[in-house]
């Protein structure tokens, strides 16, 4: 009788281990699924960025330049009236019927502004004889322009136009760079007034040196 027990014990543990094998072959199927979805949503969210890159492009598109300053095509001369460095009002009008050699520089006693404003001195005697006036204007004081002009014993009125409104009637006023950095600032003018105050010739962007002999060409062709 005992020997018949144990056979039956035997044969009903076999089947338990059998139905234990599928159970873990299925375990070791199931996460090869994941990847799959992974995968396909990695494809999907592909289009959308590429999709992006065209208006980033269309944003940084620059704007348009602004045009230049007319070179002076006879435009009647903006009127203006100014405090000189002898502490007198000096308006265009008070040289009606002579040529004006209105110059622009930045500042008072600077290498290159004491270079053309010395330039100027040098041929002052020539400039007069072609019947033209010298105006040397920039944005300091009146006692700067006092100092300056004594420094330097210039001939010829320096025009204080501290708020600027001068410099910006005749093109002179604008965005400068300097060493990287951008900036509103004098720029570097002259301009030549007819005896009818009409604007005969503009130079902008001046080169210091050699500027009076273009100045002294330019009233030679009027």
């Not at 144990?6 to 543990?13: E, F, I, N, V």
């Not at 270079?115 to 002052?124: G, I, K």
């Not at 019947?131 to 002009?149: C, E, I, T």
């Amino acid at each position: 009788m005992a020997t018949s027990y144990r056979t039956k014990a035997t044969t009903k543990k076999t089947p338990t281990t059998k139905k234990a094998a599928p159970a873990k072959k299925a375990a070791a199927k199931a996460p090869a699924a994941a990847p799959a979805k992974k995968a396909a949503a990695t494809k999907k969210a592909a289009p959308a960025k590429k999709a992006a890159a065209p208006t980033k492009k269309a944003a940084a598109a620059p704007s348009p330049a602004a045009p230049a300053p007319a070179a002076g095509g006879g435009e009647a001369a903006p009127s203006f009236s100014l405090l000189s460095d002898a502490g007198k009002t000096v308006s265009l009008a008070d040289f009606a019927g002579k040529r004006v050699v209105l110059y622009f520089y930045p500042k008072d006693d600077t290498p290159g502004c004491t270079r053309e404003a010395c330039a100027f001195q040098d041929n002052l005697a020539t400039l007069q004889s072609k019947g033209a006036v010298v105006l040397g204007v920039s944005r300091d004081s009146v006692n700067s322009h006092v100092k300056f002009k004594t420094k330097y014993n210039l001939g010829f009125p320096l025009l204080a136009d501290t708020d600027g409104v001068v410099h910006r009637a005749y093109g002179a006023w604008g965005t400068k760079t300097n060493y990287g950095r951008t900036f509103e600032g004098a720029l570097r003018t002259t301009v030549i007034i007819d005896e009818q105050g009409r604007i005969a010739k503009r130079f902008a962007n001046v080169k210091v040196d050699g500027h009076a002999d273009q100045v002294l060409a330019a009233l030679a062709a009027l």
